[in-house]
């Protein structure tokens, strides 16, 4: 638990209003379009009168001072009843139940029964699919999820967790992602999470789900309408990591030089895409910081 946490009240209780608005209208099955624009213009309000949603405008909770030893024997019972129900999951090598199957969060949600809600939610999949393995059940439940999650830009600003019942309707790409994790895992399905913070040829940078059973990995774009991964056609990585439940030491200080991006960060995958190398630079003599980034 060392670590891990969720952020609550401040201008996070200031943005509910608009994400309340959006989930109105979502139920009355108002256009992506329409929800789109009202989230663009109210969310421009937002900023002029209350400011942009960051993370020091909310209070941060660590998890070893809130998390209850309740919620955690829950968590803990759910994910063992997986694996003593569900063959898939019985299969899994324990390393990868331990890391993609067990932990209690994904990301710096608020903490909600997630696994209970989607458990149930993915019922009729598991039961009337008679899929044989966990990859086939992953490619009935990511399509399923593209049809009430729909992808909106602007909540690329902002840097806050939903629970799964907020993030029913659209979320940017990183929302998107740990919804389809977390409702993958709670029908017992190994799924990690990689990102890129940065492409090498275009602007941004990207989070996807990798499926993974006892003998392969499979990249995938989460909440999409197929299962598959088509970005390495057309786009380069620079650097693709892997998050992790278990605290990783980072390998950089905090400095000035190094962007904050590049320190929050997981395992370091990017030989699992691209190939890679050490390389040796000269530095020219007039550079005048400590660290570069090459890209």
Not at 13 to 32: C, K
Not at 164 to 170: A, F, I, P, S
Not at 185 to 192: D, H, L
Not at 211 to 234: H, L, S, T, V
């Amino acid at each position: 638990m060392e670590g891990k946490g969720y952020y609550a009240g401040g201008i996070i209780d200031a943005y509910q209003p608009l994400f309340r608005t959006i989930d109105s209208l979502n139920h009355v099955g108002a256009s992506l379009e329409f929800r789109s624009e009202v989230m663009k213009t109210q969310w421009e309000q937002l900023l002029k009168t209350i400011g942009a949603p960051l993370p020091t405008k909310a209070t941060y909770y660590p998890d070893v001072k809130h998390i209850t030893a309740d919620y955690l024997i829950a968590s803990i019972d759910h994910a063992f009843m997986l694996r003593d129900s569900l063959k898939w999951c019985r299969r899994l090598k324990r390393t990868l139940f331990y890391e993609y199957i067990l932990p209690y969060r994904v990301r710096k949600e608020i903490p909600h029964d997630w696994r209970t809600y989607l458990f149930e939610k993915m019922t009729v999949l598991r039961n009337n699919s008679n899929c044989e393995n966990s990859k086939e059940l992953a490619s009935l439940i990511n399509p399923y999820i593209n049809t009430y999650i729909e992808t909106d830009r602007t909540l690329w600003e902002y840097p806050f967790d939903f629970t799964v019942e907020q993030l029913e309707g659209m979320g940017a790409c990183p929302h998107r992602v740990s919804y389809t994790v977390m409702a993958m895992r709670a029908s017992g399905i190994a799924i990690a999470t990689d990102y890129t913070p940065q492409w090498a040829n275009m602007h941004g940078g990207h989070y996807w789900g990798v499926y993974m059973d006892n003998k392969r990995q499979i990249p995938f774009d989460a909440a999409y309408q197929y299962f598959g991964f088509e970005y390495q056609q057309y786009r380069k990585f620079a650097k693709v990591f892997r998050t992790s439940f278990k605290r990783l030491s980072c390998e950089f200080p905090v400095h000035d030089d190094i962007p904050l991006r590049m320190l929050d960060r997981g395992y370091d995958v990017t030989h699992e895409y691209t190939e890679t190398t050490n390389i040796i630079l000269d530095v020219p003599e007039l550079y005048d910081k400590e660290y570069a980034l090459i890209v």
